[in-house]
């Protein structure tokens, strides 16, 4: 069975919180022990990429930015140079309640692409998907270049989309599965919403 990491990115200044995100909680629990959970019985180690050197007690390595200020772009290619595995999930830490079944149909799907990302209501969720190691030159060659808007590298590296709102039954088609927390207003609302 192939062995594959999870990169948790967790490293962003989350200017709009004003806080930290992965550690701010949902019905007590941290956002990045939701998804720590949820992708724990799927791949052979998880990371974290942050500045903060907190995520340490979550029994992970965190590794921060090799080079400061980048974004996503930074983040991912970071987690894809510490990364040991050649697939990789990578995970923003502010998606709480990110599914099984939805990593799983993108690996599936993932198997000649470095890239390969979900589109949910002609949304792209370009910090839920599976990056290959391979794609490491490419991530720092943008870098170099300023070129730092993650859409746009993916689209030039000709990633997959899964258009999930195609799929009928299917038991990650639900908006909560794509929720992103970036206010407090966010988080508040979540909190009210989902229970449990």
Request: net charge positive; with cysteine.
């Amino acid at each position: 069975m192939e062995k594959i990491t999870a990169i948790i990115l967790a490293g962003g200044k989350s200017s709009r919180m004003g806080e930290d995100k992965g550690l701010l909680k949902i019905n007590n629990i941290s956002m990045v022990e939701m998804i720590i959970k949820t992708v724990t019985p799927m791949v052979s180690k998880i990371i974290i990429i942050s500045n903060n050197q907190e995520y340490l007690k979550f029994n992970t390595d965190v590794f921060p930015d090799l080079i400061k200020n980048k974004g996503p772009v930074g983040g991912i290619y970071t987690g894809l140079n510490y990364t040991k595995t050649g697939t990789n999930i990578v995970l923003s830490c502010d998606t709480p309640f990110v599914s099984q079944s939805l990593l799983k149909l993108l690996l599936d799907s993932s198997k000649k692409k470095l890239i390969t990302i979900p589109k949910y209501n002609e949304k792209l969720h370009s910090l839920i998907g599976i990056y290959k190691k391979n794609a490491l030159p490419y991530f720092k060659e943008s870098i170099e270049n300023g070129f730092l808007k993650l859409g746009l590298v993916n689209k030039n590296l000709n990633c997959k989309i899964v258009n999930v709102s195609l799929i009928e039954n299917a038991s990650f088609f639900n908006e909560k599965t794509f929720v992103n927390v970036n206010t407090k207003k966010d988080l508040e609302k979540i909190n009210n919403e989902y229970k449990g």
